[in-house]
């Protein structure tokens, strides 16, 4: 997505600094009252650059913990080519950006469902089709450690500094040097990764799944998904740069290509391989990814270098520079090690859910693996849709850190937390009203008997309990991690969800089936969410907590009475359209309604930026 930098305006509003900032003394850098030297204050009426260009190389939160960032200009103005990377984005920029994310996300999501109506369809929910879930485990991890979480969290803050040091005029090209130090290497990683999960695939399938009848389906169906780590590796790389480039297309459309690679191959190759030909699509759907971010990809790569500055003046940047703490990484050295393990284990932590849930119904009858899948896959589709601003907002976040601006990105995680919520509530009281005539509309043909269809709603509807934990979880690790550099504290507070996962889905299972084990899921998210909340401040963006569960408890009382009220509603509805249609008008109307009348800081904005968009749709057409 190509769009012309919003003016600087755009998105500075919103919650004022709490820090009183003097006038800027003769270096140029403004000083709070409290000594210290802040970056978000403007320039006198001349329109120009952001004071956060005028900054030291490292600054304070409001908690007194440094935060790594780049060595900043303190005389030059912005060469014109420097002008897209150093504008401030704007709000419209931004819901034009999450608008994009949005549709074609939910375009990818409905290309998602239609692939799993096509796998029920074609081999229904039986022990065929538990294999290839089995093997489906691996793209599944792939895709939460290389596209969607893990690497993107090291890598979208790694290409912000990297564009903010060449908006700096450093020597060279530091994007290029950053793709040329690490793009090799994790290719190589990628390749290797592949080949040993092909080779170990029997010992890999019994570990996931001991208590398959028969594993050599699903032995066959890994070797054939372990193809993706490869394709998905590359695709996360390039959403990570292009995100940072705030080019958002592309990224947003990797999963249509993505199901439409295995949808079109389980059609084509499935009378002659069965359900092995939906793990053949799964490889080729990770080459598609990749395929259609190579050519926006390459373009930001060959872009014209900035021009440099003068030597003289880039000696007396230095100089200035030498006398300052270098707390800052260099271009080439943000992606450590450190921080690539410390993103990648929490990734790791949040998928093994997964495996959590698969080892456990693998001990239940024939289809439990299946009916958790279809649950899961369906209930995450508010998550999933919740995020999107999200996934728009991260490099912003770490930009503004980057340029050494607290109060942008603790003001921008604020408003994500709200936004997301809202939207997420409102997605899980529609699942939970009406999750029979969801599923039932979506699955229940062919080989998906009625008896699956309550199945699979049961479980659903025990799935959306955890959803706001998921959210919660998904908004709050990028404020770790959105500062390039690496952090333990995500990983110990996945790592306990985890253990309170096993837990109870081990006392549970044998007690309430498949309803046991998403109510271990849902708990253990939720203890993960709690625990990175309490830990916001020093180790990540200081957001205000007591504000931001203030804000948070308005849309979750409006979601209890809409789920209540649509479930109500679509219970007397017979037919599974108009029960639906009936059930999400009643939880769309009462949430909204009281959402708006509590002032939910999530929802006026949104309602407004639609409205915004909307015009502005209008007027171009």
């Given at each position: 997505?190509?769009?012309?930098?919003?003016?600087?305006?755009?998105?500075?509003?919103?919650?004022?600094?709490?820090?009183?900032?003097?006038?800027?003394?003769?270096?140029?850098?403004?000083?709070?009252?409290?000594?210290?030297?802040?970056?978000?204050?403007?320039?006198?009426?001349?329109?120009?650059?952001?004071?956060?260009?005028?900054?030291?190389?490292?600054?304070?939160?409001?908690?007194?913990?440094?935060?790594?960032?780049?060595?900043?200009?303190?005389?030059?103005?912005?060469?014109?080519?420097?002008?897209?990377?150093?504008?401030?984005?704007?709000?419209?920029?931004?819901?034009?950006?999450?608008?994009?994310?949005?549709?074609?996300?939910?375009?990818?999501?409905?290309?998602?469902?239609?692939?799993?109506?096509?796998?029920?369809?074609?081999?229904?929910?039986?022990?065929e089709t538990d294999a290839f879930l089995?093997?489906?485990?691996?793209?599944?991890?792939?895709?939460?450690?290389?596209?969607?979480?893990?690497?993107?969290f090291a890598l979208v803050p790694a290409?912000?500094?990297?564009?903010?040091?060449?908006?700096?005029?450093?020597?060279?090209?530091?994007?290029?040097?950053?793709?040329?130090?690490?793009?090799?290497?994790?290719?190589?990683?990628?390749?290797?990764?592949?080949?040993?999960?092909?080779?170990?695939?029997?010992?890999?399938?019994?570990?996931?799944?001991?208590?398959?009848?028969?594993?050599?389906?699903?032995?066959?169906?890994?070797?054939?998904?372990?193809?993706?780590?490869?394709?998905?590796?590359?695709?996360?790389?390039?959403?990570?740069?292009?995100?940072?480039?705030?080019?958002?297309?592309?990224?947003?459309?990797?999963?249509?290509?993505?199901?439409?690679?295995?949808?079109?191959?389980?059609?084509?190759?499935?009378?002659?391989?069965?359900?092995?030909?939906?793990?053949?699509?799964?490889?080729?759907?990770?080459?598609?990814?990749?395929?259609?971010?190579?050519?926006?990809?390459?373009?930001?790569?060959?872009?014209?270098?900035?021009?440099?500055?003068?030597?003289?003046?880039?000696?007396?940047?230095?100089?200035?520079?030498?006398?300052?703490?270098?707390?800052?990484?260099?271009?080439?050295?943000?992606?450590?090690?450190?921080?690539?393990?410390?993103?990648?284990?929490?990734?790791?932590?949040?998928?093994?859910?997964?495996?959590?849930?698969?080892?456990?119904?693998?001990?239940?009858?024939?289809?439990?693996?299946?009916?958790?899948?279809?649950?899961?896959?369906?209930?995450?589709?508010?998550?999933?849709?919740?995020?999107?601003?999200?996934?728009?907002?991260?490099?912003?976040?770490?930009?503004?850190?980057?340029?050494?601006?607290?109060?942008?990105?603790?003001?921008r995680v604020e408003r994500d937390l709200?936004?997301?919520?809202?939207?997420?509530?409102?997605?899980?009281?529609?699942?939970?009203?009406?999750?029979?005539?969801?599923?039932?509309?979506?699955?229940?043909?062919?080989?998906?008997?009625?008896?699956?269809?309550?199945?699979?709603?049961?479980?659903?509807?025990?799935?959306?309990?955890?959803?706001?934990?998921?959210?919660?979880?998904?908004?709050?690790?990028?404020?770790?991690?959105?500062?390039?550099?690496?952090?333990?504290?995500?990983?110990?507070?996945?790592?306990?969800?985890?253990?309170?996962?096993?837990?109870?889905?081990?006392?549970?299972?044998?007690?309430?089936?498949?309803?046991?084990?998403?109510?271990?899921?849902?708990?253990?998210?939720?203890?993960?969410?709690?625990?990175?909340?309490?830990?916001?401040?020093?180790?990540?963006?200081?957001?205000?907590?007591?504000?931001?569960?203030?804000?948070?408890?308005?849309?979750?009382?409006?979601?209890?009475?809409?789920?209540?009220?649509?479930?109500?509603?679509?219970?007397?509805?017979?037919?599974?359209?108009?029960?639906?249609?009936?059930?999400?008008?009643?939880?769309?109307?009462?949430?909204?309604?009281?959402?708006?009348?509590?002032?939910?800081?999530?929802?006026?904005?949104?309602?407004?930026?639609?409205?915004?968009?909307?015009?502005?749709?209008?007027?171009?057409?």
């Open positions: 997505m190509t769009v012309t930098p919003p003016r600087a305006s755009g998105d500075s509003s919103g919650t004022p600094s709490e820090r009183v900032v003097a006038p800027t003394g003769a270096s140029g850098r403004a000083v709070a009252a409290d000594g210290t030297r802040v970056s978000g204050v403007s320039r006198a009426a001349s329109g120009g650059r952001d004071a956060a260009s005028q900054g030291d190389r490292s600054r304070s939160h409001p908690s007194g913990v440094d935060l790594a960032v780049p060595p900043t200009r303190t005389d030059l103005a912005p060469a014109p080519a420097e002008a897209a990377d150093l504008a401030p984005v704007s709000r419209g920029f931004l819901a034009k950006a999450a608008l994009v994310t949005a549709v074609l996300t939910a375009a990818g999501a409905l290309l998602g469902l239609v692939r799993d109506q096509a796998l029920a369809r074609l081999f229904g929910a039986g022990s089995v093997a489906w485990t691996i793209p599944e991890f792939a895709a939460t450690l290389l596209i969607e979480d893990g690497l993107a290409f912000s500094l990297a564009l903010a040091r060449r908006a700096q005029g450093t020597p060279g090209d530091p994007v290029r040097a950053l793709v040329a130090a690490t793009l090799p290497k994790l290719s190589l990683a990628f390749v290797a990764v592949s080949a040993v999960i092909v080779g170990a695939a029997p010992y890999v399938v019994e570990a996931l799944a001991p208590g398959l009848p028969d594993p050599a389906l699903a032995v066959d169906c890994t070797r054939l998904t372990a193809l993706c780590v490869l394709g998905f590796g590359l695709a996360g790389y390039c959403s990570a740069a292009l995100r940072a480039h705030r080019r958002f297309l592309a990224p947003a459309a990797i999963y249509v290509a993505y199901n439409t690679g295995i949808i079109t191959a389980m059609f084509v190759l499935g009378g002659h391989w069965g359900v092995r030909s939906a793990a053949a699509g799964v490889a080729i759907g990770g080459g598609l990814m990749v395929l259609i971010q190579l050519p926006p990809f390459v373009r930001q790569l060959c872009r014209k270098q900035v021009p440099q500055q003068a030597p003289q003046q880039f000696a007396q940047q230095e100089q200035e520079q030498e006398q300052e703490p270098r707390s800052a990484p260099s271009g080439e050295r943000s992606v450590t090690a450190a921080l690539v393990a410390t993103v990648l284990l929490f990734a790791l932590c949040r998928q093994s859910q997964t495996l959590i849930e698969r080892f456990l119904a693998s001990t239940l009858d024939a289809g439990a693996i299946s009916h958790l899948n279809y649950a899961q896959k369906v209930a995450q589709i508010p998550m999933t849709l919740s995020m999107m601003l999200c996934t728009v907002t991260f490099p912003v976040v770490a930009r503004a850190l980057a340029d050494g601006d607290i109060e942008k990105a603790r003001t709200a936004l997301a919520s809202c939207v997420l509530l409102l997605g899980a009281a529609t699942v939970i009203a009406c999750a029979p005539q969801i599923v039932g509309l979506l699955f229940q043909r062919g080989a998906f008997t009625a008896q699956d269809t309550a199945a699979t709603a049961g479980v659903m509807r025990v799935y959306a309990l955890g959803l706001l934990g998921q959210t919660l979880t998904g908004v709050l690790v990028r404020s770790y991690f959105s500062a390039a550099r690496p952090s333990w504290y995500p990983v110990a507070a996945m790592a306990t969800g985890i253990i309170a996962t096993s837990w109870i889905g081990a006392l549970t299972v044998g007690v309430w089936g498949v309803s046991g084990i998403a109510a271990a899921n849902a708990a253990g998210i939720t203890v993960t969410a709690l625990v990175l909340l309490a830990g916001m401040g020093p180790r990540s963006v200081p957001i205000r907590k007591r504000r931001a569960l203030h804000e948070l408890s308005k849309p979750v009382r409006a979601a209890v009475v809409a789920g209540v009220a649509g479930t109500f509603v679509a219970g007397q509805v017979p037919s599974a359209v108009p029960g639906l249609a009936a059930g999400g008008a009643t939880v769309a109307a009462v949430f909204v309604l009281l959402a708006w009348a509590m002032d939910a800081q999530g929802v006026v904005p949104a309602l407004r930026s639609v409205r915004s968009v909307t015009r502005r749709l209008s007027h171009g057409r």
